[in-house]
């Protein structure tokens, strides 16, 4: 089922008009037309969330039930700016983004930094080089085993961000959460356990990035 298809039933099963459920999203009208039309080719996570929100679900709940999409993990510009969506939508900019090797969705792995290889990516979107996920512990996030996530080098990041996270030599990609003296990196797949390292642990752990996008089946 697509997204589109999804918002659909909710708003007929409840007899909602698209105005209605906008303002319970917090996004413009247009804004949901354009979804339940497909032409938001690459919808935010945040967006994804409130839309999920909205309906009474959780995130993963919802993108358990429609097929596979593009995701961008941030918002680089305002929500409802619809600049440029006029009829036929233009194929967007890109750039080269160097791939610097694996990140584990998992147990940490070695850290390849493999040169020479690269992606495109949305000139709209800043990101310093990208990585190729291996495993299934960020899967609530809709990143999977081989999907190409792109980074922004940043040395920190917010709480509730996903971060690529050195642990010694090893990295990996988790929800990250700084609690004074202690980190927590939370993965998005219940079976996996959280990440802990406080006082002299925290010495091992050093953010590489903030994630920002990524691409599916490359």
């Known amino acids: ?119 495109p990516l949305d000139t709209k979107i800043h990101a310093d080089f990208c990585l190729r996920a291996e495993g299934d512990s960020m899967t609530g996030a809709r990143i999977c085993d081989g999907d190409i996530v792109f980074i922004q080098a940043v040395p920190e990041v917010e709480n509730g961000s996903i971060a690529a996270v050195a642990i010694d030599d090893e990295a990996t990609l988790k929800y990250f959460f700084q609690y004074g003296d202690t980190v927590v990196l939370r993965p998005a797949n219940p079976k996996y356990q959280e990440m802990t390292y406080s006082q002299d642990d925290l010495n091992r752990v050093r953010v590489l990035g903030r994630a920002v996008a990524f691409q599916s089946g490359l």
């Not at 097929?67 to 961008?72: S, Y």
């Not at 890109?94 to 992606?119: F, H, K, T, W």
């Open 1 to 119: 089922m697509k997204l589109s298809e999804l918002i659909k039933m909710y708003r007929a099963e409840r007899h909602l008009s698209a105005r209605a459920f906008a303002k319970q999203t917090g996004f413009s009208n247009a804004y949901i037309s354009l979804l339940e039309n497909d032409k938001v080719p690459s919808p935010s996570l945040e967006a994804l969330n409130s839309i999920a929100l909205a309906m009474g679900m959780s995130l993963d709940s919802m993108l358990r039930q429609v097929d596979d999409m593009n995701v961008r993990l941030s918002e680089e510009k305002s929500r409802n700016d619809l600049s440029g969506i006029k009829g036929i939508l233009p194929i967007p900019e890109s750039r080269q983004v160097p791939m610097l090797g694996a990140i584990a969705c998992g147990e940490p792995i070695y850290m390849d930094e493999e040169r020479g290889e690269y992606y």
